[in-house]
C-alpha cells in the first residue's frame, strides 16, 4: 500500500535511497574498488566495438545518460528511441552491443528493436526491473536494476536505478575495452556509494513544493541542461506533463537561443540543472531567458554562482559531475509532483497511459 503516503508517486520518490542501495549492493568491490557486475566478468567486453542503446520515454532518458556516459569514457556510444530504431539504426554487426533498457520489460517498441538487432547479429543485454520479464527472457543477459514494484504510471525510482546501473555496466565496458580502470572511477565510486545518503538528505530538505506553489498558473514550464544535464532536462519536462498536464519542454542549455527563446515569457519558468560541465555557459543561457522576464530556477549545490543570479534555488548536495544530474532529476520529480497535486490531477493513474505499452 501507500503507507502514510498520499500517492505511490510520492512514496516511490522517497524510495530511492533504499532502491539505490539495492541496486549497488555487492556491485562495487570494496577489497580492489572495482566495480563487480554478477555476470559480467572483467573482459566481457573486451571485443565489443560500439554500443546502441534502445529504450522508450523516461527509460530512453536514462538510456542517453548512459549513452553520454559512455562516450565520455571514449566508447562509441549511441541512444536510440526504439519506435525509430528498425527505420534508423546505425550499421550492427557481430561486435555491435544492444542495451535495452526497459523498466517493465515487456514495452512492445524495445523488445521489437531488441529483436531487430539480434537478427542482424548483435549481442544484447537488457537492464531491466523485471525478472522473469519478455526482455529479460530474450535478451542474451539481464542486468536487473533491484528497484523493487513501481506502482505509480509515471516512473520514478526506476530512472534513477536505470541511470546508476548505467553508470556502472558503462564503467565496466569502458574498462574491457581499454584495458584499464576508466581514470574517473576513483573519485567516481565513493560518490556512488554515498548516493543513497546524498538523495536522503535531499529528501529531507527539499523546497521543491514552494517551488510548484510560486510557479502555478504559468504558461509552460522549461527545462534545460547540458551533457549530463540534457536528458535529465528532458526528463523533468516529461515527468512535468504527464503528471499535470500542462505544456513543459526540455531543451539542451545552448539550444534554448536557437528558436525556443522565441517562447520565453515572464510566464514561463526555466529550470536549470547545472552539474558541473561548462555550467558558465548554462548560467548566460539561462540570463538569456532572465532578460526576456522568464523566472530562472537553479538546480544546483549550495554555494553555486548560479544561486546568486537566479530567481529561486532547489538545492543539490555536492556531488561528481557525473551524478549530480540525478539529484537534481529528483528534485524536479518532486516539483512535477507537487504542481499536480495543487491541480488535483490523478497523479498514480494520468489520463491516456498506461503504466507497460504493449503495443507498437
Ligand atoms: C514515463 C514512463 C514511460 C516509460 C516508457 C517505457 O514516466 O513511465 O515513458 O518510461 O513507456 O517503459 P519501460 O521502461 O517499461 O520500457
Known amino acids: 500500500g501507500k503507507g502514510e503516503y498520499d500517492h505511490f508517486m510520492l512514496k516511490e520518490i522517497y524510495e530511492q535511497p533504499t532502491a539505490l542501495a539495492q541496486a549497488l549492493e ?18 566481457t567486453f573486451a571485443d565489443i566495438d560500439s554500443v546502441q542503446f534502445v529504450a522508450c520515454g523516461t527509460s ?60 542482424e547479429g548483435a549481442s544484447t543485454l537488457t537492464v531491466t526491473n523485471v525478472v522473469g520479464s519478455t526482455a529479460a527472457r ?3 543477459e539481464a542486468l536487473f536494476i533491484r528497484a523493487g514494484p513501481e506502482i505509480g504510471v509515471a516512473a520514478t525510482k526506476t530512472f534513477s536505478s536505470q541511470a546508476v546501473m548505467l553508470t556502472l555496466l558503462g564503467q565496466r565496458i569502458a574498462a574491457d575495452l ?7 572511477l576513483e573519485s567516481l565510486l565513493p560518490e556512488l556509494e554515498a548516493m543513497p545518503d546524498s538523495l536522503q538528505a535531499l529528501l529531507e530538505q527539499s523546497d521543491a ?65 547545472f552539474n558541473g560541465v561548462e555550467d558558465e555557459k548554462t548560467l548566460k543561457n539561462a540570463e538569456e ?19 546568486d543570479i537566479a530567481d529561486a534555488h532547489l538545492a543539490i548536495p555536492e556531488t561528481e559531475p557525473d551524478l549530480a544530474g540525478l539529484l537534481a532529476n529528483v528534485q524536479l520529480q518532486l516539483v512535477s509532483y507537487y504542481a499536480a497535486d495543487l491541480l488535483d490531477r490523478p497523479i498514480d493513474k494520468p489520463r ?3 503504466k507497460s505499452v504493449t503495443v507498437e
Open 209 to 273: 513544493k514552494a517551488i510548484a506553489e510560486r510557479y502555478e498558473n504559468s504558461q509552460s514550464y522549461f527545462f534545460i541542461g547540458r551533457g549530463l544535464g540534457f536528458p535529465v532536462a528532458l526528463e523533468g519536462a516529461l515527468k512535468f506533463k504527464e503528471i499535470t498536464y500542462e505544456h513543459a519542454e526540455g531543451f539542451a542549455s545552448g539550444e534554448l537561443k536557437h528558436g525556443p527563446l522565441a517562447l520565453v515569457t515572464p510566464d514561463t519558468p526555466v529550470f536549470a540543472v
Open 138 to 140: 530474450e535478451a542474451d
Open 26 to 43: 555487492g556491485r562495487i568491490d570494496p577489497e580492489n574498488g572495482r566495480i563487480a557486475l554478477e555476470n559480467f566478468e572483467p573482459g
Open 60 to 119: 530512453y532518458h536514462a538510456a542517453l545518460y548512459g549513452s553520454l556516459a559512455l562516450k565520455q569514457a571514449g566508447v562509441q556510444s549511441t541512444a536510440l528511441l526504439a519506435n525509430e530504431y528498425s527505420v534508423s539504426a546505425p550499421p550492427i554487426d557481430d561486435d555491435t552491443l544492444v542495451i535495452a533498457v526497459t523498466q517493465s520489460g515487456e514495452t512492445a517498441d524495445t523488445l521489437t528493436a531488441m529483436r531487430h538487432a539480434k537478427a
Open 352 to 354: 491516456n497511459l498506461a
Open 178 to 184: 581499454h584495458g584499464e580502470v576508466p581514470a574517473n
Open 289 to 307: 531567458a532572465q532578460t526576456r522576464g522568464a523566472p530562472v530556477v537553479a538546480v544546483c549545490p549550495d554555494g553555486h554562482r548560479a544561486v
